[in-house]
């Protein structure tokens, strides 16, 4: 079992994690407005509308930028040393902030393009991550 903190499961975050848990990557969408957004949250931060509907995406998308973290003594973090830590900006538009897995450090580029793979940690949460796609 990981020794990672897990995410804390609320109102505004319970339809992302229930999609992840079946491996499926869904955003919000503003039922008003039409704005995707990503953190899930419970108003929209472009018309304040509390009306929203889950979307399912494609999973797929490219490197924005990224940092390889060597230091980190946190456990469950330490015996993973080097990770990559990215911003994903998927092809229906908003940015992830994830882990980037399935390839070396020196390997990632911005651009690079990556679908979502997910880490189950127990029977109720599943983290999405990202992974090269195959060429």
């Not at 990559?84 to 390997?107: F, H, I, M, S, W």
């Not at 679908?115 to 189950?120: A, G, I, L, P, W």
């Not at 109720?124 to 195959?134: G, L, N, Q, S, T």
């Amino acid at each position: 079992m990981s020794k990672k903190p897990i995410p804390r499961i609320d109102e505004e975050t319970r339809g992302y994690w229930e999609a992840c848990r079946r491996h499926e990557l869904v955003l919000q969408r503003c039922a008003k407005c039409e704005t995707l957004r990503y953190y899930p949250r419970a108003v929209c931060p472009e018309c304040l509308s509390s009306e929203v509907r889950w979307e399912r995406m494609s999973g797929r998308g490219t490197v924005y930028t990224y940092t390889v973290t060597h230091q980190n003594q946190a456990p469950g973090f330490r015996d993973e040393l080097p990770y990559v830590l990215a911003y994903v900006r998927l092809d229906e538009g908003p940015q992830l902030l994830t882990n980037l897995v399935g390839c070396k450090p020196d390997e990632v580029k911005i651009g690079m393009a990556v679908e979502v793979t997910f880490e189950d940690v127990n029977d109720e949460i599943a983290i999405p991550r990202f992974k090269p796609v195959a060429s």
